[in-house]
């Protein structure tokens, strides 16, 4: 496989918007309607957010955000690999490049919400290798027997 490029992305493109409503779909898809926390392309674009996409060549292979709570605290959002992309360390490069992003702002910790059941088994894997503990709720979410929080102390 050739290196992966991750950029700063303005979500202009149509295979990053493709890539986004491809998240949202198979986040409604494999999560109770209300607990669907995945951002549109417009929230994604939010002040706060910034957003990255990865890619192999000219393929799109993944995607991925970090939005600052508070000037010590970060948030993962929207994390995906493309479907020919998923399991070949497109995540992981993406959690890595994120994880930079956030020890350069200073951050003390970065945070994520995310289900449970198999369709998050994969993610949850990669989050726990890096080191990720599930943690108590943080913003607005509210933990139950399907949304669970997960911090990881930099």
């Not at 479907?83 to 994520?112: F, M, N, T």
Request: net charge negative.
């Amino acid at each position: 496989m050739d290196a992966v490029t991750i950029i700063e992305d303005d979500l202009a493109g149509e295979a990053i918007r493709s890539l986004v409503a491809l998240h949202l779909a198979g986040m409604h898809a494999n999560s109770p309607a209300c607990k669907v926390h995945a951002l549109p392309v417009e929230k994604l674009r939010q002040p706060g957010v910034t957003f990255y996409s990865a890619w192999v060549g000219d393929a799109l292979a993944g995607m991925g955000a970090i939005r600052e709570l508070d000037p010590n605290h970060g948030e993962l959002k929207s994390m995906r690999a493309a479907p020919d992309w998923l399991r070949k360390g497109i995540g992981e490069a993406l959690l890595i490049h994120l994880l930079g992003v956030a020890r350069q702002r200073g951050y003390e910790r970065v945070s994520l919400e995310t289900g449970q059941g198999p369709a998050f088994e994969p993610a949850l894997g990669l989050y726990r290798k890096h080191g990720f503990i599930n943690c108590e709720a943080f913003a607005d979410y509210v933990l139950d027997d399907f949304s669970q929080c997960l911090t990881l102390h930099l």
